[in-house]
Each structure stands twice: as C-alpha cells, then as structure tokens.
C-alpha cells in the first residue's frame, strides 16, 4: 500500500517561526509513516512543476525527512523558499506551457491592454500527479486567498497564517508578529541616542500596506506616537505635538512610528512600479514624506529610519516559536482527522481551528475607537481587562 502523502509550502514574504511549522509537520509524519514533501516557492512549485521532467521534479520538490529538517528552526526564513505567484493570475506561462490551450484574460494595466492566464487546472493535475492527498499552505492574507478557491474545488487543504502585519482574518495572531515588534523595539532603543545626540525627530517607517498592528504594538512597546493606515491624522496637530514632546524632553528629541500605508489629511501614499501577482504596487516611503513635511512647516531636522526587511530576517522569538510550533501540530492533527478548509488560530487567546479567511473581505483591520488615541495619535493604553493576550479580537 502507498504511503499517505501531503504537502508543505510557504508563499509570500518570509517570516521567522516558518521552519518550526516545517520541521513539526515533518517529525509527526515521521512518526505515523506520512511522506511529507516541501514545495519549493510556494504556489509556483504547483504552476511550473513538469512532472516529465527530472530536473523540474529537483527544482521544486524537497521530500521531507527528520534528518534534514533537525536544524531548520533555529534560523529565521524558510527552507523551501518563497514566491508571490498568484496562480489564478499568472502574467508569464512557464515555458513547458507555452502554446498550450489555457484559461486567459486581458486587463487593462498602464493604458495597454495585459494577459493573465488562470493556471489553477495544472495546479490541480500537479497534486494529482504528485499524489498529495493533504496540503499545507502557510502565508498570509494573498496566499490564503487562492488556498480558499483551492478549498472551494475540493483539495482538503489546512492553512497557517503567517505575516508579521498580523492582518489575516478569523485569527488575533499570525507567525511573525511578535518577533517584528520584538526587532521594532530594540532597533528603537538602540537608535534613541543617536536621534537624542543630534536633537532631532526620529521617524520610523515599518510594514504594514492595510493595517497598522505593527506600528501601533510596536509605539505601545515603546511608548512613542504612531500614524496607522486606518486613521488620517491632521499633519499640523501631528508636527505640534512632536515639537511638544522634543520640547518636553531633557534630550530635546521626539520619537514616531508610521505604518508603510499611513497617511495624512491631504496626503495621497505614492505607488511605482508594476503591480505584482495581487495587484500590490511598492509604495513610496511616508517617512521621508513626513520628514520634507516637518522640515517646511517647523524647520525641524529629522532622522528617518527604515526598519522594513530587518523586521522580518533572522530567528525568531519565544513566542513565534511557541506559536509555529503549535500551529504546524494542529494542522497535523487537522490532517490525520481527515479535516479541510480549516487555518490554525489563536480566538480569545485560546488555540483554536477556524474557517480559511474570506478573500473577498480583505485584510483585516485595527479597531481604531478602541486602539488608536485620535487625539494624541498613540495607542490607548487603558481598558485592557479582559482582553486576551495579544490584545485584540479576530474579526
């Protein structure tokens, strides 16, 4: 009899904890004699695989064993690489399917006229093929959306979210987050002598394209102000109140965190760039906006700093390891009780397994009114009885 087989893959950004969901799944299969085999690249190992060749076979598929995986979890990343490839939107055809008769559309992008062909069928004849009767897909809010549509057609399918914007939905937390406002913080720290040695205002740019969890964790952690995508503050009043508190401050220095999607009254985030599988452009950075913005209106030097991609390099912490851990044993458990369509979550500070998130809600999104200080734009420090721990409900 052939041995029960599934997949594993992450897509998107990376995020340490991912190689501890990697490594448990493995050692439980280990342990009930499943085959596990990494696809590499995420969904792209599904859309270029060729099945009739060795070296694509090589290229995309990693089987799984204790041996190589004993060491993964302790570094950051992810052993089976990433990809944004959205495979219902693809905007190149692999060469193996160039010519074939496949599912196209034409949309309007820049003033030309673009192809995007769906290659969802070859994603469904390469699980097939590969005889993957379960998959793991881990990502964020893009991958999962096309994780749901997979559900949708009857792949059994157990998700696992991962982004250190913490915005997935149905979930209070995703893999990443806690070790992004872990690094935020000390990358703050550190650099409150350098911004207090010449007295200036540091600014500090973090991701976050829909929603502000890590801007505003990262500011409650460290008790300075923060500008979040889902509130517009008033510029003037934001610069009056840094100028008060690097008045205020015996070093004569003030401190703020913007999300990557903040933005002001009057003030429209720029984009460049050509939009990727998910229609996401790169955005221009709000911290030097806001550094021009404060150096016309208050004549006041700034010290911007852009702490993006160190958020989410190297090993992760206790508690994104706690997480990773616990997510990649549910999903197994998941699979063995024959479940799909279900993600890992943390609901009410209780492990929990939920329904994949509904792509056509979108990100998740703060509750302002009970997060966000409209009037002094920093966190709300009070009425936090009976929350669960990470502060927030999945919604």
């Known amino acids: 009899m052939?041995?029960?087989?599934?997949?594993?893959?992450?897509?998107?950004?990376d995020v340490p904890g991912l190689n501890a969901v990697i490594k448990s799944v493995t050692y439980r299969g280990s342990e009930n004699d499943i085959e596990v085999i990494g696809l590499r690249r995420g969904w792209e190992a599904l859309t270029h695989l060729n099945l009739e060749d060795p070296a694509s076979k090589s290229h995309y598929l990693m089987p799984l064993n204790r041996e190589n995986t004993r060491t993964i979890d302790r570094s950051g990343g992810?052993?089976?690489?990433?990809?944004?490839?959205?495979?219902?939107?693809?905007?190149?055809?692999?060469?193996?399917?160039?010519?074939?008769?496949l599912p196209v559309s034409l949309s309007t992008r820049g003033g030309g006229a673009a192809k995007t062909w769906d290659l969802t069928g070859q994603v469904l004849a390469n699980l097939s093929g590969l005889g993957i009767e379960h998959l793991i897909a881990i990502g964020?809010?893009?991958t999962l959306s096309y994780a749901a549509k997979l559900n949708e057609l009857g792949v059994k399918i157990i998700a696992i979210p991962k982004t250190m914007d913490n915005d997935v939905r149905n979930t209070e937390y995703c893999i990443g987050f806690s070790t992004a406002i872990t690094r935020a913080s000390a990358a703050i720290q550190?650099?409150?002598?350098?911004?207090?040695?010449?007295?200036?205002?540091?600014?500090?740019?973090?991701?976050?394209r829909d929603a502000g969890f890590t801007a505003l964790y990262t500011a409650y952690a460290t008790s300075i102000r923060c500008v979040i995508p889902e509130y517009r503050v008033n510029l003037d009043r934001l610069i009056q109140l840094l100028l008060e508190e690097k008045r205020a401050n015996p070093s004569n220095y003030?401190?703020?965190v913007l999300s990557e999607g903040a933005e002001w009254e009057g003030y429209k985030l720029q984009e460049y760039g050509e939009p990727d599988a998910y229609g996401h452009r790169k955005k221009a950075s709000v911290a030097e906006s806001l550094a021009e913005e404060i150096k016309q209106r208050a004549g006041e030097e700034t010290i911007t700093s852009d702490l993006t991609y160190d958020l989410r390099s190297g090993e992760p912490d206790f508690i994104d390891k706690?997480?990773?851990?616990?997510?990649?044993?549910?999903a197994y458990d998941a699979i063995l009780e024959g479940k799909t369509g279900?993600?890992?979550?943390?609901?009410?500070?209780?492990?929990?397994?939920?329904?994949?998130?509904d792509p056509k809600l979108g990100p998740r999104k703060l509750d302002v009114a009970s997060t966000y200080n409209t009037e002094r734009y920093r966190p709300t420090y009070g009425n936090k009885l009976g929350l669960p721990v990470f502060l927030n409900r999945a919604s």
Request: charge should be positive.
């Open 254 to 256: 003030a401190l703020i």
């Open 190 to 208: 550190r650099q409150r002598t350098t911004v207090g040695s010449h007295e200036r205002i540091g600014i500090f740019r973090v991701f976050g």
């Open 140 to 142: 964020g809010d893009d």
């Open 78 to 101: 992810t052993v089976l690489h990433s990809s944004r490839i959205n495979p219902s939107k693809m905007q190149k055809l692999p060469d193996h399917l160039v010519g074939k008769d």
């Open 342 to 357: 279900l993600m890992s979550a943390l609901v009410e500070g209780r492990y929990d397994l939920v329904p994949i998130p």
């Open 2 to 13: 052939a041995r029960k087989r599934i997949g594993i893959l992450t897509g998107g950004g």
């Open 322 to 330: 706690l997480v990773a851990l616990t997510f990649g044993n549910m």
